[in-house]
């Protein structure tokens, strides 16, 4: 569900104004990030979609119905609503902390224990171990797995996250974030989260809005922050070496080409075969897959058209390294760089060929940006 | 030997007063939580208004118990209540609402305005935090004050006896007045006893009622 901001604004008291007629749009299943320095009314901005903090002007337009037609509590119990860790009740247990809104809906007990259980094993936590803990017996990045689930918990289908991973030392941090983008993979949801931390915009973010002293200054996908900021300010946000620390943090997931071409081997296809399917396309080479649709390697077609034709082509297959869509830009370029190879095909947990990262792309993307990092 | 010698002749009425004293102490801390719970509720998020509630109730337990049974005897006559039970009810409960207020705004309080506006942010209607989030983090302080107040209430009411209220106060002031030591004895010794008793009882309550993780958290921090 996209969420619409029209003229938002809030004017705390007679002229303080902490969010300046903001427009934008946070996309339908996409992950778009509020950035800015303190007091830039990003978190402000955020509590007025769940009407925490109630707009002065302006409208918010959720699915094509304003905010306002929505009653304040089935709105709320509507959007999931994380923030850090301390929010979780210290006196629920795990189980119960995930099971507030379902029960606030009145869901039947034995459903709400069957979201719960699939909440805990999405997170990654012990079905068997953690629901009955309280929230002081685990860690914080528990704590935090268990605060994504309990906002995740009656399936909404816009999810605000305040600071989420605020409280969680770096490498902990690293490791939430890496989880909540496959999470994110497998649920699609509409999130709008606020962080101040501008690697977590970059990794996180499909999109970016950036706030100065109330006002929008930005709100563009993340690669198009990166290479044009906007003004000074985005830029000094960015930091000057914004291109190896981006490269370092955007995924393969957002950027991979969906454009190859993959044969598919069996015992019989021969080099000649081979040859009439790929002499269809003007590709160079081609991806082999396996039966069972697994990547097996590649073929060069300037080395097979030397090969006798009636060779199977198993014998000419060539092993090649590969890619998780997880992996950062960064890892593709550096495994590029040791192997040779000026693509890279993408595959995913399951052994599918998703597509592949080519060098002319990556170059292409941060084709604008300073990579020695000196202005 | 003339202390046991006492005990066993009057066995009946120190059973009896011992009954009565508690009697008074069940009616009174009841009214007293009804009373001041709903008060410190009501007030807690109102900075001022607390203050303001809070000074009066201080001003009340400042009132010397015997002037306040004297103030009560005379405004209770007309109704045919000066004596007995109720002066000493009012008087405790008036004296409870101290402690029992100051600890309802201080527990609600001290609960992580963070974690109000998450319970707000899901979706809970007021009543929902307040009985959901506020006041079962609230149980240890709250059963605090509630047992500062009965074992106040367990010393004042022995003062009770002289607005007829009868109770253990018995035979600390006829013991005072027929200069009987083993009478006062038999009081002192009995309501220092019920006043500890009380204390650790509530205070097993106390743990009784506290959410589990609230327990863990605050062994946690110990």
Known sequence: MAIELKKLRKVYGESTVAVDDVDLTFEDKKISILIGPSGCGKTTTLKMINRLIERTSGDIIIDGRSIDEIGVIELRRSIGYVIQEIGLFPHMTVFDNIAVVPRLLKWPEDKIKKRVMELLDLMN?????????????LSGGQKQRVGVARGLAADPEILL??????????INREKLQDAFIEIQEQINKTIVFVTHDIREAIKLGDNIAIFNEGKLVQYDETMTVINEPADDFVENLLGSDRGLRSMELVRVHDHYDTDFFALELTEKLTVGDALKEIE???RRYAYVLNEKKRLAGYVVRK????ANKSDPLKKH???TESIHPS?????????MMTSGLSAVPVVDDRGRVRGVVRFSALMEMFGSVDLTGSD | MEFLDYVTRNLD???????RHIHIIAIA??????????IGIAIANHKNLAKVVIYIASVMMTIPSLALFGVMVVLLAPFGAGLGIPPAVIALVVYSMLPIIRNVVVAIRAVDPEMIEAARGMGMTKAQVLFKVRLPLSVPIIMAGIRNAAVMGIAVTTIAYLVGARGLGYFIFSGLSRARLDMILVGAILVSAMGIGTNYGLMKLEQFLTPRGVRLERQENR
Do not use: C, N, W
């Open chain 1, 125 to 137: 936590l012990d079905p068997d171990e953690h629901p009955y803990k309280y929230p002081v017996q």
């Open chain 1, 161 to 170: 996250m305040d600071e989420p991973f605020g409280a969680i030392d770096p």
């Open chain 1, 280 to 282: 269809k396309t003007d």
């Open chain 1, 303 to 306: 080395k097979i058209e030397k």
């Open chain 1, 317 to 319: 297959v060539k092993e």
């Open chain 1, 327 to 335: 992996s950062s830009l960064l890892e593709a370029m550096s495994l």
């Open chain 2, 13 to 19: 009425r120190i059973v009896s007063e011992l009954l």
């Open chain 2, 29 to 38: 801390v009841p009214i007293s939580i009804g009373i001041g719970a709903p």
